[in-house]
């Protein structure tokens, strides 16, 4: 339940309005990677998101600013956003001949992010290995990592990334 100029106790409210409460309760992670997901399901607009951006505290404004339509996960969202913080630009969603589409780029690094809905079972695996060994023919140097890496492992995926660049 929120109090606030925009909403009084229980109820749904607007996404935008969702979207500034999130930021003030649960942090700056959890609302960039809420907002991607807004953008990228077209749930806010322009306008929205400038609404959004004058609501939020100073230290979430720029993250307003570096959020993106294009990325397709939650995953996707923390570590760019991870990433930039250490630096390191990461391109999003590039395709790759021979490979297909990968969720980050960075120099001739992909970084694979494996969501448990989307990768689990041995057939979904296997794919994914060749996908890594056509990455490795063509020159590139695939890590791939799962959620569980990701939200619970984070200095581990961090240094594993380091390490390689």
Not at 80 to 87: M, P, T, V
Request: net charge positive.
């Amino acid at each position: 339940m929120h109090r606030d100029a925009h909403s009084r106790g229980f109820g749904v409210v607007p996404v935008r309005v969702a979207l500034v409460q999130v930021a003030k309760c649960l942090g700056g992670d959890v609302f960039f990677a809420a907002l991607e997901s807004a953008l990228k399901k077209q749930l806010i607009s322009r306008a929205d998101r400038a609404w959004i951006r004058a609501r939020v505290a100073h230290r979430h404004r720029r993250l307003v600013d570096f959020a993106r339509l294009d990325v397709e996960s939650g995953l996707e969202s923390l570590t760019r956003l991870r990433l930039h913080e250490l630096g390191i630009s990461a391109r999003t969603q590039v395709r790759i001949t021979g490979v297909g589409i990968v969720d980050l780029l960075i120099d001739r690094v992909i970084i694979e992010l494996d969501g448990r809905e989307n990768h689990e079972g041995p057939s979904k695996r296997h794919k994914d290995l060749k996908r890594d060994a056509a990455a490795t023919r063509r020159g590139y140097r695939p890590l791939r990592f799962d959620y569980e890496m990701v939200i619970h492992e984070w200095p581990l995926v961090q240094a594993t990334i380091l390490a390689v660049l």
